[in-house]
């Protein structure tokens, strides 16, 4: 189950990202570095955090039009990362030409809709009529016809697209155990709810960066998980 946990690396700079993720080196297999740590310390984070042994999920969202994108992707491709994503209301277009240039080993995930977006945002700011169950339906058969390998969604978003979408790998933030903050998250649902709705990646921040123990929560997280397999 460890390894389905993605550790958001949420830091304003590479010393306390790495300070922080010292004591769980052996603990962990993935970490994201997402666009607070990546703005500030560029490549160099990547490949501090590579050569620490972790896989690195470079979480920046593109979202341009597809010639600035695929020229993008190919400058990001430089680093030693293991995922890359782009918002799926970039379009089709704007993902196929990223996707030409994916190289075997990395996974290229598509963002639905973001965790902290309710229906009833979408709808009225964003002019989406359809269900957010639909509309992350709609999203992820865009990205899996343009060459993603996944999507980002929530993990209640999930039902259909496991259902339409066997091959669609799922990569869930807005996770939550019940005793934390919800904070900015809108949809969330807890580690053991996640691993039952199927959620291949559980993308987890605060729940453990926040913790009073980090290493402790992690291990709580990981027990919740393996305790609904068995
Ligand atoms: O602290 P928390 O667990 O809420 O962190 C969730 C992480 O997942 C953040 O880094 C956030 O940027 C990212 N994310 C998200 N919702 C998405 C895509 C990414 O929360 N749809």
Redesign the pocket.
């Known amino acids: 189950m460890r390894e389905k946990i993605i550790l958001?690396l949420?830091f304003p700079d590479a010393a306390t990202a790495l300070d922080f993720v010292r004591p769980l080196e052996q603990d962990l297999r993935w970490v994201?570095v997402?666009m607070e740590l990546f703005y500030k310390e560029g490549a160099s984070i990547v490949h501090q955090l590579k050569d620490r042994g972790f896989k690195v999920f470079l979480?920046l969202k593109l979202h341009d039009i597809p010639n600035t994108v695929e020229k993008a992707t190919q400058s990001l491709l430089q680093l030693p990362m293991d995922m890359l994503n782009f918002h799926v209301a970039g379009g089709s277009e704007m993902l196929q030409q990223a996707a030409k240039h994916r190289p075997e080993h990395i996974l290229f995930i598509g963002?639905t809709q973001?965790?902290?977006t309710s229906e009833e945002m979408m709808q009225k700011d964003l002019g989406i009529s359809t269900s957010m169950e639909e509309t992350v339906l709609r999203y992820s058969q865009i990205a899996m016809d343009s060459g993603m390998q996944g999507v980002?969604c929530s993990p209640k978003d999930l039902r259909l697209v496991k259902e339409r979408l066997p091959k669609c790998i799922s990569v869930c933030?807005?996770?939550r155990r019940k005793q934390d903050a919800t904070?900015d998250?809108k949809r969330i649902m807890t580690p053991a709810e996640a691993v039952q709705a199927k959620a291949d990646f559980l993308?987890?921040?605060?729940?453990i960066t926040k913790a009073e123990d980090p290493s402790q929560a992690l291990d709580e997280i990981v027990q919740e998980m393996e305790n609904v397999q068995s």
């Open positions: 958001a949420d994201k997402g979480d963002v973001l965790t902290s980002v933030p807005g996770i904070n998250q993308v987890i921040g605060r729940s």
